[in-house]
Structures are given as structure tokens and as C-alpha cells.
């Protein structure tokens, strides 16, 4: 394998006491070693030669990319430190044993290259290559999918080196922002870079597939011992050697967007189905109950990419699907995974710390079993968070059961104003509470609420029974309506509904 000066005289630095000179190059470029011969004027690109100061001729012709690995210090460096690589070692050391050095070195990666390469003609995996990388790095290792989600890490991955839980397989929240927040290009660049993770620094290599499209992405996580220049490259190579891997299996990075979601997401924008979509929709239809979520970004976390919202729910129920629709993320999610998280259950508490957490907005449809209608047990959800925060604004999770009947209301005027609803008399009671210091509408309101119960209604109003008797006669003659009619009575009841949430 090829290395670079940076890599050879960080191991040499190991040893001896050595001085780097001259401008670098980080590429993997550079041949094994060898030892000078006397009399030799061509230095030639991409070699390594060792030898003494002595040794060394005044004027030799040097091509690009040459490293000098000298022992001894004389005023004649200074033509080699202008045209090349000069790594000084400037103690008198046994000139073959720095040789035999410089062959180890170069043997340990050798052999780590030659163990990539025979694993990938035999059975190749992502976790084979980062365990055979380990002692190379010498960090923790581990590599994310196109989901964010870990599909494989060394087993000396430290839990605070990327701030995860062991439990978890994807990134905590704030460790994701890091990456979204440094760059704006995060998933566009390639090449190796570090990130600022707390408390030290994190070297990535994002993978992308033939197409260019981003599949994942390596992160050699931090030590005691920091980045060095030149390393980078052998992070680049090994993500070249896991993007083989993925080349010859593409399922080891496949995202989870499988049959059904594609169903769904053809039901969701009213497209048709194929022939193979409907059989696979007909075998799994009706077979148990489910719930629909939409969930609505706030402000804070706004950057976090849909499909890391996703991977965080679906690894938080059990057979469910969340996907990108409009702006929002929608998801299906079997209504006994829903069930174990109700209140006072520790699922719950998760849920409920996560929604609060990344600030976002949860509404939760009704029960139902035909996927056919997935479409319309979305809306619910939606309407479940329209209203939920009109109602509840420092609230994250509704449900569409707690605001049926203001759905309900809301959409049975149609496209009539509310005002042609009127009953006859009724804009009289609207007039006397502008003018007047009781509300009529009020008062008629938890009237019908409270069952037509004189009672309860004087209860709630704090007046007294008669009193309440009194009110109730004007508003009866000013409506003329007759409140024991069931049917003017919903009508009656529908109206100021519809006002409530109107002023509201």
C-alpha cells in the first residue's frame, strides 16, 4: 500500500526525534522505501529514500513528490529542503535499524490493505472492514446509512465519542445538528472532514453510490490522541474500500423504503396502483388496526433532515412507516405500538421527551384498518394538530378524537357564512350582548351544554336559579325557537359551536 510523508513521519515521531521540512502532499502516492546508493543523481516522483547526509549529492535532480529521509544535519539539506520532502532525523541512529523501521511501517498497512482486499473477494461486510480497520485508526469506528441509522461500528465504540446511546442505533439529536449545522453542503461534500464533536474532534467520509447519491457516511470518532495531517486519506481510502462493499451488496446501506411505503405514498398523492401493488396491498389490508401521525415542524429543529425524523420513529415503534408528504412527515404506526406508549407508561415518557425535546408537533388520527383510506386518516391527524394548537398552543401531541366534533362543526357550513345559519332572532341576541353587560349567548350556551338542567347551568353561571328562568324566557322569545324541538335545538347548538370556534 502507498502512504504519505505525513503518515511516515508521524510513525517515525514514535521513535526518533524527527523534523518535518518542505511542502507535503497527502495523497496515498508514495512506494515502499529504499536505501540511496552512492553516485545516484535522479531522485525520482512518488520514491522514498533513506540515507545519510553525507551520502547525498550536492545538485541532484529531484521530481516532484520526493521524501528524503535523512540522517544527519548539513548546510547541503537546503537544496533538498527547497525540492523535496525532507524528514530529519538529526541524532546519529543505526542507519539500518530506521530502515527495518520504515519496512514495518509500511508492512502493517500493506497487510491492512491486503486484508480488505481478500475480504472483499470473499464475503464482504461492513463490519469486517471497520473491525480489520480498528487497529489502523486505533479509534472508535462506525457507519451510518442514508437513515442515519448505524449499520455497523467496532466494538470499542465509546458511547460518548458520538453522544448515543448503546441502546440507540442512530444519532441523539444535538449530535445530528452538528453535522447539519457546520456545513450547509453536508450531504453534497466529499472527501474527509472533521466535525467538532464535545468533547473532541470527529473525522467523516460521506459514501455515495455510482450515481453519486449519498448512501451513508464513515465517522472514525476521537481518542486521546489527535488527528494528524495525512490521515484523512486513509479514512477516504477505507470509505473507497466500504463503497466496493456496498457496490457488491447494496442492501447493507439500503434505506427502508420498502413495498408498502410506496404504496402509500401513490394512495397519499391519489396515483394509481400497479397491478403487484394492489395484489401486496390486498394481502396485508385489514390485518390489524392502525393509527396515522403527522408531525409538523416548530423552530428549533427545523434542520434536521425529514429522513433522520423517520429513522428516530421508526426506531421508536415497532413495524411502522414514516416518510416525507407535503411539507410534513406522516406515518403509520400499528395502534398496539401506540397503545403501550399511553400515559403513565414508560413508552410514553419517551415519546412525550422526544416530541418536547426536538419541538415538533404530533397529531394522531383515529383507529382504522382499510390502508385504503390512509388518505383521509391523514387529514384527521392534521386537523388534529390545526386544532390542538388553537386550543392548546403549549402542547406537541393531539389526537383527532379530542376535536371531532369541532371538525365536524367546521365543516358542515360549506361555503355558507356562518351568519346564513342564523335562527330567526338570533342576531337580537348578538346585538343585546354588544350592548348589554350580560351574554345571552353565554348564558343559552351552557344552558344546552348542561342538558337544559336550570340547576347545573345557575351552577356554572354563579346566578341564581330564577334568575337563570328569567334569562331563559327573553332569549326563547327573542329566538323564537322552541328549544324542546330536538331538532332546532342541534341546529341551535351547531350555530354556537360554530361561533365559539370562530371567535376562537
Known amino acids: 500500500m502507498k502512504l504519505n510523508a505525513y503518515i511516515l513521519y508521524e510513525r517515525l515521531k514514535e521513535k526518533y526525534p524527527v523534523t518535518l521540512y518542505g511542502r507535503a502532499g497527502k495523497d496515498l502516492s508514495l512506494l515502499a522505501p529504499e536505501l540511496y546508493m ?34 544527519g544535519e548539513h548546510p547541503r539539506l537546503n537544496y533538498y529542503k527547497e525540492h523535496a520532502t525532507v524528514i530529519l532525523i538529526k541524532q546519529k541512529v543505526n542507519f539500518f535499524e530506521v530502515y527495518n523501521d520504515l519496512q514495518k511501517n509500511y508492512l502493517v498497512y500493506q497487510d491492512w490493505e491486503s486484508q480488505l482486499l481478500d475480504l472483499l473477494i470473499k464475503s464482504p461486510t461492513i463490519q469486517g472492514v471497520i473491525d480489520y480497520s480498528y487497529s489502523i485508526f486505533e479509534r472508535p469506528i462506525m457507519v451510518l446509512d442514508n437513515s442515519y441509522e448505524i449499520v455497523a461500528q467496532t466494538q470499542q465504540l465509546a458511547a460518548e465519542s458520538f453522544n448515543f446511546s448503546n441502546s440507540q442505533k442512530y444519532l441523539a439529536s444535538e449530535s445530528f445538528l452538528i453535522f447539519s449545522h457546520e456545513q450547509d453542503v453536508y450531504l453534497d ?13 470527529t473525522l467523516c467520509v460521506n459514501l455515495f453510490d455510482s450515481r453519486d447519491e449519498y448512501i451513508g457516511c464513515l465517522v472514525i470518532g476521537f481518542e486521546e490522541r489527535p488527528f494528524v495531517e495525512g490521515e484523512e486519506k486513509l479514512a477516504e481510502y477505507l470509505a473507497d474500500i466500504i463503497t466496493k462493499v456496498v457496490e457488491y451488496n447494496p442492501s447493507l446501506l439500503m434505506s427502508k423504503r420498502n413495498s408498502l411505503q410506496e404504496i402509500l405514498e401513490n394512495l397519499m398523492q391519489e396515483a394509481p396502483l400497479n397491478p403487484n401493488q394492489k395484489m401486496y396491498l390486498s394481502s396485508v389490508n385489514h390485518k390489524q388496526d392502525y393509527l396515522c401521525i403527522s408531525i409538523h415542524y416548530l423552530q428549533r429543529f427545523s434542520a434536521l433532515p425529514v429522513i433522520y425524523i423517520c429513522s428516530v420513529f421508526e426506531n421508536m415503534f415497532a413495524d411502522s412507516i414514516f416518510f416525507g408528504h407535503n411539507n410534513t412527515i406522516m406515518g403509520l404506526v400499528p395502534a398496539l405500538e401506540i397503545a403501550e406508549k399511553s400515559p403513565g407508561t414508560q413508552g410514553k ?35 388534529a394538530i390545526e386544532h390542538g394548537r388553537l386550543n392548546e398552543a403549549d402542547e406537541y401531541l393531539f389526537a383527532f378524537s379530542d376535536f371531532a366534533l369541532d371538525e365536524m362543526v367546521a365543516n358542515s357550513l360549506g361555503i355558507f357564512p356562518l351568519e346564513t345559519f342564523f335562527p330567526n332572532g338570533f342576531s337580537k341576541l348578538l346585538e343585546h350582548d354588544k350592548n348589554g353587560g350580560i351574554s345571552y349567548v353565554y348564558t343559552l350556551r351552557i344552558f344546552l351544554e348542561s342538558n337544559m338542567s336550570y340547576s347545573e347551568a345557575s351552577r356554572q353561571l354563579f346566578i341564581h336559579r330564577s334568575t337563570l328562568l328569567d334569562r331563559i324566557y327573553r332569549i326563547q322569545k327573542d329566538l323564537k325557537v322552541d328549544l324542546d324541538d330536538p331538532d332546532q335545538r342541534l341546529q341551535l347548538q351547531i350555530v354556537l359551536k360554530a361561533l365559539q370556534l370562530t371567535e376562537e
Open 349 to 383: 415518557s419517551e415519546f412525550l421527551s422526544y416530541i418536547d425535546q426536538m419541538q415538533i408537533c404530533v397529531g394522531l388520527s383515529n383507529i382504522f384498518s382499510d390502508l385504503n383510506m390512509i388518505r383521509i386518516y391523514y387529514l384527521q391527524a392534521e386537523a
Open 189 to 201: 461534500r466529499h472527501g474527509a472532514f472533521q466535525l467538532d464533536f464535545d468533547p473532541g474532534i
Open 38 to 71: 552512492d553516485g545516484t543523481e535522479n531522485f525520482y516522483s512518488n520514491h522514498v529514500y533513506l540515507a545519510t547526509v553525507e551520502h547525498l549529492p550536492h545538485r541532484p535532480n529531484i521530481e516532484r513528490n520526493v521524501v528524503l529521509i535523512c540522517i
